[in-house]
């Protein structure tokens, strides 16, 4: 994107957090069960999932890190990568966490990994921490026609279908899951939950707005698919195709009863991580840092609309979760790992009960 288009963007995303502020008023697991182990080597003679979908390619730096190339049929036969990183006892089945990076997809250099110490938090934690890689701008959704920019787009059948089988043969899980996402996939984690009621047993979504079908949430969709230049009636139709209340977690907040779940957000006000050149930002120099303070920060006020919206839908509903508004908070890395570390006696409590 040249610097033209990335102002435009930035001016877009100011425009849209001020008129959308403007407009509004853990337990004790189970026995673990023993596994049979598979080489690593072997995952690529793996049985396919349903669709036919494999491992196609698997590389393995050390003994607890891996990436695999999962080739979708879904998808047109594409390969993509998926992070994987294995607890330090692998001689019983272990639970699933899949961790999803943001808008780009953890293609990019905005990553759980990069950005933040939760990997390292992880690393004794007895899981098995998934991370797939690719579906940028996409919502992580089945998208009802092909877009000239961002290809075919299944990714709700690669998540909730093709990609699960996979895992659990080749690590042996215990098939309970969590997720947990941020920013466009603080949307898409609620969204696969409703799609498939009990797949996962806790949620986490951090700065994520749950509508979709409403002029607030189609705003934040439209800023974040067409990015790059993607076309936006390609995912799920017109504005008024039925397809956009579907797919929406707010109007669909009902079928979250019986998960785990943790929402958060902060309030847009600069915090102790929005110090210029400081750790988390994502670039050096005033730019980055103006960037971060008000657009991240306009953006975040936004967010905390909407996560209020979703608060009180449950609350009518009766439905039982927990929510982390933090009295500062930009739309950033530093917030995000402090709500990551937040949430885990939640998704812990899927995890290992």
Known sequence: MDRRSTWVVRARAVVLAASLCLGVGVAVGA?????????????????????????????????RNIRIWVRSTAMEGATFPVDIQRPEDTSQAKPTLYLMNGAGGGVDDATWQLRTNVLDFLSDKDINVVQPLGGQYSYYTDWINDDPVLGPNKWRTYLLEELPPL???????????????LSMTGTSVLALSIAKPGFYRSVASYSGCAQTSDPIGQAFVKLTVERPGATLANMWGAPDNPLWVENDPYVHADKLRGVNLFVSSG???PGAHDGFDGPFQTQPGAAAWADQLVVGGGIEAAIRMCSANLQNRLDQLGIPATFDFTPTGTHSWGYWQDAFVASWPVLAKGLYS
């Open 31 to 63: 026995p673990a069960q023993a596994q049979a182990t598979v080489s690593s080597a072997d995952w690529v003679n793996l049985p396919a999932a349903p669709d036919g979908s494999v491992i196609a390619r698997v590389e393995e730096p050390d003994g």
């Open 167 to 181: 895992i659990d043969a080749a690590l042996g899980t215990n098939k309970v899951n969590a997720i947990a996402g």
């Open 267 to 269: 309030s847009g006000l």
